[in-house]
């Protein structure tokens, strides 16, 4: 039955569904951390100090960041099935472990140790999808699949309700056993594609075929690769206000609405995921038709996206009452959705099948880095008496450098780059 469905045309569709829900806990069990911080403050003290709670976000974007190039380099040799299930596993046993905590020390570790297996996940799973859809539905798949994380991130925005109704321990816990036990059914329906090159599969003999390359090959082609330099500026410089409010926004909806953490968890979280969810649909359905009629259509359907995102970080910078809040929340999450629906996508049209998650990887690595630099220096600043609206405002600024250089130099040949 299994290999009747893998080997279906719609198994494609299947992938992205199962990995979906991977995504949605991935984002899930990482998000409701930053909206339960007031429930946490009672018993672990460190935590009512901006800038420790700002450090304990950063630990894990520091560890994600330093492992996601190694994760893109394993992904492109071993098989991709295996390092999405095990990742899945140890962090959600890890969420699990986050509800016995009972100090600040023990609390960095784990979410250190989250870092390590979440890692493994995006570039694996992105490089996944991308050889399963190939052409007409390459950027609607992505984007599909990213809004599971956008999914997750709204669940996680009820944290601080669960942490009131359930207490913060017990929240943990059952996000915990909910992945435990997803990734033992993931082994089940979960499949790698058939003309992945994967060092330790079997040979027709039934020998292990052994491949030849370096490990450090892939690293080699794509650091060589002179358009890969201009995707990644254009993929990290965005990733700071990405984490940003991925991590401060509700405690920004606190600060500017005055209302209550539970709510402003809430509000902010939703806000961002559904527009998110609309704009990943949108941005994958106009890049798919735009590129068959040229070539830089999903260059100019990201950009649409982005410079969407610049008008929403002032807004949120400057605004102080519920409405223009909202608006602001909702336009950034449409044109950070745009822009996410098609990073991979534009990536395969520059970078071989062969070594996209090792391309990736070093995306994920510098734009995560940014994401752990931005949330310690927000924190930071909040402390220094610098509020969350100037810092928003002054992002909108920066991500203009990263649009104007997409525009200027990304000139793909190709669609999908063998």
């Not at 905590?101 to 996940?121: C, N, P, W």
């Not at 909702?330 to 395969?348: E, H, R, S, T």
């Not at 100037?390 to 250089?405: C, N």
Request: charged share 15%.
């Amino acid at each position: 039955m299994f290999e009747k469905m893998k080997l279906s045309k719609g198994y494609p569709w299947v992938v992205v569904g199962l990995l979906w829900v991977v995504a949605l806990l991935n984002y899930m069990d990482r998000q409701m951390l930053s909206t339960m911080q007031e429930a946490m403050k009672a018993d672990i003290v460190e935590l009512r100090r901006a800038e420790a709670f700002g450090a304990l976000m950063a630990v894990f974007l520091w560890v994600y960041a330093v492992l996601s190039p190694f994760a893109g380099m394993v992904a492109d040799r071993l098989s991709r099935k295996w390092l999405i299930v095990g990742s899945l596993i140890v962090w959600s046993a890890v969420t699990l472990m986050m509800g016995y905590a009972q100090d600040f020390k023990t609390l960095y570790a784990l979410r250190a140790i989250m870092g390590v297996s979440e890692a493994l996940y995006i570039p694996s799973a992105l490089s996944l999808i991308a050889d399963w859809h190939e052409g007409k539905s390459r950027s609607l798949a992505v984007g599909v699949h990213m809004t599971g994380l956008y999914v997750g991130q709204a669940i996680g925005g009820f944290g601080a309700i669960l942490a009131t109704a359930l207490s913060w321990r017990m929240t943990f816990h059952w996000f915990g056993i909910i992945g435990v036990v997803y990734g033992l059914i993931l082994i089940l329906f979960l499949h790698e594609n058939p003309r992945h090159d994967v060092a330790s599969a079997p040979n027709l003999s039934g020998e292990a075929s052994v491949k030849k390359e370096s490990i450090f090959k892939g690293l080699g082609v794509v650091l060589g690769t002179w358009a890969f330099w201009v995707i990644l500026v254009y993929f990290a410089v965005p990733s700071l206000p990405g984490w940003a409010t991925k991590n401060w926004l509700p405690t920004l909806f606190r600060d500017n609405l005055g209302i209550s953490p539970e709510r402003a968890g809430i509000i902010s979280t939703l806000t961002i995921a559904a527009a998110s969810f609309v704009g990943v649909i949108l941005g994958g359905r106009l890049s798919d038709n735009w590129v068959k009629k040229n070539i830089r259509g999903r260059v100019y359907t990201g950009a649409i996206g982005l410079g969407l995102t610049i008008p929403a970080l002032i807004l949120l910078g400057l605004g102080h009452s519920i409405v223009p809040l909202i608006a602001a929340g909702l336009l950034f999450g449409v044109g950070y959705g745009m822009f996410d629906a098609n990073n991979m996508p534009i990536l395969c049209q520059f970078i071989s099948s062969k070594y996209r998650a090792t391309a990736y990887g070093i995306m994920n690595m510098t734009g995560v880095a940014m994401g752990a630099l931005v949330t310690t220096l927000l924190g930071r600043w909040k402390d220094q008496g610098v509020s969350l609206g100037v810092s928003f405002a002054v992002l909108g600024l920066i991500v203009i450098a990263a649009l104007v250089l997409q525009l200027v130099f990304l000139k793909p040949k190709t669609d999908n780059m063998e």
